[in-house]
């Protein structure tokens, strides 16, 4: 080892070795095949780079990037080391030229994409080289099971074979579950090999969760006191990239964008102006990251919740590289989890892996969810066991009591009981909140005991915290889009045993009552005042202020929350309910979390007018939008609708007629449309039957 540490001092310059680092490369110095998950930044390269100097022979790279490729190699020749890669940007008489050197051993690394070993003459050429070492970097991308699987690297397996004489084989990852782990393992051949995991806690990360926040405002907030740091913002769709870049942009912030719909040229310079510090700020999609080594990045903000915690600590990881305090914000917002289920949905992947990709989803909705500390929850997950909180994340810094809701966890878990484990958060939190959801009534919920049992939450707070109680192990959710709740034996011996449960109460449910949200407010006015001249009526005669106050402080989410609020009787809600709703919708997702314009320009017509609709549109709305008649929206709703999404029928139908076609169903079956429509009066459409008709079929 000493001829390491040497070469660690005149090569690179490093007085010593990280954490890990040192065990890696004796490993591999003694020959046995190796797999080292260390977090991004964490110094793998030199883990692989010091080997190849001390072995005889030139040492393969297989890197997954081709602009990554040529910094590390213009690196390397920096630190006086003899390196060169092959790729698909040099000509064919290139390739064999840079082969005949590394013959000659005129290199000590060569790097390649895994791409050129689908080429049989590129083969060959490898099999006439001395490889005393293979390095994999990014090795999770052989997984099917990793968060970016390449078919690519599945051709490293062949390599292996066919080399006359078999290499040291090492394997690089910032992100491998134990399981990922063994498959790399397992698809390497890597029989026996040495596996390391060194240091996933990023000591000086501190890592929030922000629940309910709004985001822009937030954002706003953050970039003022934080004027001379430079960071990096994630959103989750290309729009809302450009969306939070012109907000920016527009309040004067030196700040680039990148995502994959801009130009190769584009992208290049933005990334280039955030690393010289041009722009201070970047606001990119998931695309971007990927061999930035800027080593000042003070803050990682995600805008939305991305796909699953390897995605996500891999770009926090992309922060504070240079082992100074920073921070990672995760502004979260309950949409974030449609979004990243309709990227699922919309995906090309095979049915076992939508499977995979929704737990890893669930596992990251319970990051958010989560009240005790956050590092811990990601050490756990990748398998490294933690006994004691960071101290450093914004729940280990919650100073709030953990108060015992002993009471209100065995309400939810005995509704879940009583329910016979059949239904999702949002049915059970109905239930318990004593809805008169006609789906609740159909089903015959409200015969419960368990019925209305927290009618002093909002459905909303019911539901959150049932995320919670999902999140710290007491009960569980099936895979898949729409999960179902069940309980797990915590929650059994919660039930059973009279265990307590203590929570720190989530920032939602602990806002004061009184607390009006003044945009918000302001906003409600408006709407009211015009509804008021559309109707030519005193504003007040619509609803009282101490209604639209109590409205932008609890912010109904459906009828029967709104139906809660002073002042709105049924007769109201008939009659200004969706409007209000629609307005209380926009604001709590400030922003929509539309999906990329490219993207829906493939998506069926149909799931267009969808999206629009679950972003709080009104038919009419999307009809004018889309220029197509108010029909046509409706049938793609309903379209929609028989495809499994999710869609209020209720919004949609007039309610007075669903009994009266219910009745005509009785009498004349539900097989044919026509005898119906001319059973029924006129007024009542072809549409309205087929969605009363679907109503009555479809179970959640
Ligand atoms: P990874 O591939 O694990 O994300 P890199 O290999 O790119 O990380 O290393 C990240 C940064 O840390 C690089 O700038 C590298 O030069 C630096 N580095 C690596 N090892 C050491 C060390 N022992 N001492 C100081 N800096 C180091
Ligand atoms: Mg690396």
Known sequence: ?????????????????????????????????????????????ICYQIPALLADGVTLVISPLISLMKDQVDALTNHGIAATYINSSLQEEEVRDRIEQAKMGSYKLLYIAPERLESERFMRLLQ???????????????SQWGHDFRPSYRHISALLTRLPS????????????????????????MTEANQFKAGFARENLSLHVLRGENKMKFLLDYLQKNENDGGIIYAATRKEVDQVYQLLKDKGYSVGRYH?????????????RFIYEEDQVIVASNAFGMGIDKSNVRYVIHYNMPKNIEAYYQEVGRAGRDGEPSECLLLFGPKDIQTQKFLIEQSQLEESRKQKEYEKLQAMIDYCYKTECLQSHILDYFGESSDKGCGNCSNCKDNRERVDITIDAQKIFSCIVRVKERFGISMIAQVLKGSKNKKVLQFQLDQLPTYGLLKNYTEKEISQLIHVLVAENYLMLTQGQFPVVKLLPRAIAVLKHGEKVLQKVQPQSTRSATEVDRPLFNALRKLRKELAQQENIPPYIIFADSTLNEMSVKRPTDESSMLNVKGVGEAKFKKYGVHFLQLLQQFTDHTTDEVDVQQKKERA??????????????????ADERNIAVTTVKEHLLKSALEGEKVDLDALIE??????????????????????????????????IKAVLYKRESVQ
């Open 605 to 622: 017509s149909h799931l267009i007018s969808f999206d629009l609709f679950i972003n709080g549109r009104t038919v009419e709305a999307i």
């Open 128 to 142: 006439t080289l001395p490889i005393p070492i293979i390095a994999i970097d990014e090795a999770h991308c052989i």
């Open 1 to 45: 080892m000493e001829k390491a540490r040497q070469v660690l001092k005149t090569h690179f310059g490093y007085p010593a070795f990280r954490q890990g680092q040192e065990e890696v490369i004796a490993s591999i110095n003694a020959g046995v095949d190796t797999l080292a998950i260390m977090p991004t930044g964490g110094g793998k390269s």
């Open 166 to 189: 078999r290499p040291v084989i090492t394997a690089f990852t910032a992100t491998a579950t134990n399981e990922v782990a063994a498959d790399i393992a397992n698809l390497l051949n």
């Open 260 to 272: 994959a719909g801009l130009s190769a040229d584009e992208r290049q310079r933005s990334q280039e």
């Open 655 to 688: 309610t007075k007629y669903e009994a009266q076609i219910l009745e005509k169903v009785a009498e004349l079956g539900a097989e044919r449309l026509k005898p119906l429509k001319e059973a029924l009066p006129d007024e009542i459409d072809y549409f309205t």
